[in-house]
């Protein structure tokens, strides 16, 4: 497995886990907390599996990011086509 997918689902980990929270409605901003949580994940992880220099960690953060709604998007698309 690529660096970069490491990376990603190891960042993922903490918002999916957060997403327990949603169940009780009042519990929300915990979820959006944890969520923040993976970025943040995301941007420590990336320098550190994919050996780039602290100064393209942004740049990697952001297209990892940007990918990963790209993909989220053609998946809710397919879905809804159903």
Same mark, same amino acid.
């Given at each position: 497995?690529?660096?970069?997918?490491?990376?990603?689902?190891?960042?993922?980990?903490?918002?999916?886990?957060?997403?327990?929270?949603?169940?009780?409605? #009042?519990? !929300?901003?915990?979820?959006?907390?944890?969520?923040?949580?993976?970025? @943040?994940? $995301?941007?420590? /992880?990336?320098?550190?599996?994919?050996?780039?220099?602290?100064?393209? #960690?942004? !740049?990697?953060?952001?297209?990892?990011?940007?990918?990963?709604?790209? @993909?989220? $998007?053609?998946? /809710?698309?397919?879905?809804?086509?159903?």
């Amino acid at each position: 497995m690529r660096g970069t997918s490491k990376a990603a689902a190891y960042a993922g980990t903490a918002s999916w886990l957060g997403g327990i929270f949603l169940l009780i409605p #009042a519990l !929300g901003l915990v979820s959006l907390i944890f969520s923040l949580y993976s970025l @943040v994940l $995301l941007y420590l /992880g990336l320098p550190v599996l994919m050996k780039v220099p602290k100064d393209r #960690a942004m !740049g990697y953060t952001v297209v990892v990011i940007i990918i990963w709604v790209v @993909v989220a $998007l053609i998946v /809710g698309a397919i879905l809804t086509a159903f």
